[in-house]
């Protein structure tokens, strides 16, 4: 009979062999010359922008209206200052609404005529709604498309995640759910960097197990597995809102509270004895480490220190 | 690490990202993770957390998914025995799933193991014995050599 060490040599063995056959993804050195690479283009881009900028108001002094200004206005100036990373510069699209005086002089002294323009910016928050799913819908599949229509040409995100949006402002992404309940908060952006926040909150009901039995729940698991654990994933996020993923096992339905100053969340463990969740801390102050208390419904509890990195 | 991760997330699609998102996360923590005596003790930390993580494995193949990528992308597969074994792996609770990883194929000791999960040596031979008897029970094994 095949020993399990045997066994597990041989698995051990696959997997090795498999990871040895692809190309390395990463390791200490290429971060650091991918990273390097990174911001030799930032640089790159931010002179490139920066030359943009300048063409764009050389243009704009001389003559040209953009397309988003209004029919009386001739012009704005785009502040010169050279900005350092990309994302500052991103909405080319100015994003205030600013007066600026042009003078052009022309050739004969005594006709000196003076433009007062104004540039008409876009400020209006793009529009955003979902149409899929419904507010409170329960799902016992845990893959869902969400669905909405914002404005033609805004990017649409949950989280790190980009929803596609076509020519027509409609959007969509496919989202797996973890059991109980979800909440998705969805953000539009329009090109002038205006934003919108919609949010719905759909559950995922796990299908019923209709073998579950006295007989399958003395065979196993051990009564050990079920006893209340909570473990944190993170500790520290650099990404915006911050996040942390916290999990752990507690008996089957055990309600799990996740607080905070900054932010709770609230889940149950699942059939398995397993939980997990996501909670967000937005209004987190960065670089101050504060305590994230995670509780079962005796009181149990343990504490983890989170902290928001930008 | 892309073997323990592949190993604890099961996912092949997900496997590269798994671990080069944890050496992205040492290297913007590189001030701090410097200082440890071990930095890739806290990398394989960090992959064997994220990999077990199953809301974010899942979340990693919806993402793998929207970019398309190809199957030919993907980690090759292993045999379908040995696919069976590490889903046993990943069905055991999840400090023993990763102490059985941990040791199975980084070969690594009781002293080390219980280094990158942070817990005691005596916590991770429990993890290890009831790990190794929960995986020849379902796999038919006998339990073979001592750990």
Same mark, same amino acid.
């Given at each position: ?11 051990? *063995? ?17 971060? =650091?010359? !991918?990273?390097? !690479? ?18 764009? =108001? ?5 003559? +040209? ?9 001739? +012009? ?21 609404? #600013? ?7 022309? #050739?004969?002294?005594? +006709? ?23 507010? $409170?819908? *329960? ?13 033609? $040409?805004? +990017? ?6 980009? =929803? ?10 496919? @989202?797996?759910?973890?059991? $109980? ?10 090109? =002038? ?9 759909? *559950?995922?009901?796990?299908? #019923? ?49 996740? #607080? ?11 059939? *398995? ?25 005796? $009181?149990?509890?343990? @504490?983890?220190?989170?902290?928001? @990195?930008? | 690490? /892309? ?23 040492? &290297? ?9 005596? %071990? ?23 919806? %993402? ?35 102490? /059985?990883?941990? &040791? ?11 280094? /990158? ?7 991770? %031979?429990? &993890?290890? &014995? ?18």
């Amino acid at each position: 009979m095949t020993t399990l060490d045997a066994r597990a040599r041989s698995a051990a *063995h696959s997997i090795n062999a498999c990871v040895a056959e692809f190309t390395p993804a990463a390791s200490f050195d290429v971060i =650091a010359v !991918r990273q390097t !690479r990174w911001r030799t283009i930032q640089a790159g881009f931010a002179g490139v922008v920066a030359a943009v900028l300048v063409v764009v =108001a050389g243009i704009a002094i001389t003559q +040209t209206p953009t397309p988003e200004v209004a029919e009386e206005t001739v +012009t704005t100036v785009v502040e010169p200052t050279v900005p350092q990373e990309p994302e500052i510069v991103t909405p080319i699209v100015t994003d205030t609404t #600013e007066m600026a005086e042009t003078t052009t002089t022309s #050739e004969a002294p005594e +006709t000196t005529t003076t433009t007062t323009t104004t540039t008409v910016a876009d400020t209006t928050p793009p529009p955003l709604t979902i149409t899929a799913p419904e507010e $409170g819908k *329960h799902f016992e599949i845990d893959r869902i498309e969400f669905r909405g229509a914002t404005e033609p $040409g805004a +990017t649409v995100f949950t989280g790190k995640y980009q =929803a596609t949006v076509d020519a027509e402002g409609n959007w969509s992404i496919v @989202l797996i759910l973890s059991p $109980g309940a979800n909440g998705a908060r969805f953000v539009a952006t329009d090109p =002038a960097g205006n934003q919108t926040e919609a949010t719905v909150t759909v *559950h995922y009901d796990l299908p #019923e197990t209709t073998t579950t039995t006295t007989t399958t729940t003395t065979s196993e698991p051990p009564k050990e597995e079920y006893e209340f654990t909570a473990y944190n994933v993170y500790g520290t996020c650099e990404e915006d809102p911050p996040y942390d993923v916290y999990w752990g096992t507690a008996p089957p339905g055990t309600p799990i509270y996740v #607080e905070s100053e900054y932010g709770s969340g609230t889940t149950a463990a699942n059939e *398995h004895g397993e939980w997990e969740i996501s909670v967000y801390f937005p209004e987190a102050p960065g670089g101050k480490e504060f305590t994230v208390k995670v509780k079962d419904d005796t $009181g149990q509890k343990y @504490l983890f220190g989170f902290k928001r @990195l930008i | 690490m /892309i073997g323990l991760a592949y190993a604890l997330s099961g996912s092949r699609s997900a496997a590269e990202d798994l671990a080069q998102e944890a050496f992205l996360a040492a &290297h913007n923590a590189w001030e701090r993770v410097s200082q440890y005596e %071990k930095p890739e003790a806290w990398v394989r930390r960090v992959v064997a957390n994220k990999s077990v993580s199953m809301f974010r494995r899942r979340m990693r193949e919806a %993402k793998a998914l929207a970019r398309m990528k190809t199957e030919s992308s993907y980690l090759p597969r292993i045999p379908a025995e040995d696919d069976e074994f590490w889903k046993a792996v990943r069905a055991l609770p999840k400090r023993q799933s990763q102490a /059985i990883a941990l &040791h199975y194929l980084e070969e690594m000791s009781v002293v080390e193991i219980a280094a /990158i999960l942070e817990c005691a040596e005596n916590t991770v %031979k429990v &993890h290890l &014995h009831k790990g190794r008897k929960r995986l020849a029970d379902r796999l038919g094994l006998q339990m073979g050599d001592a750990t």
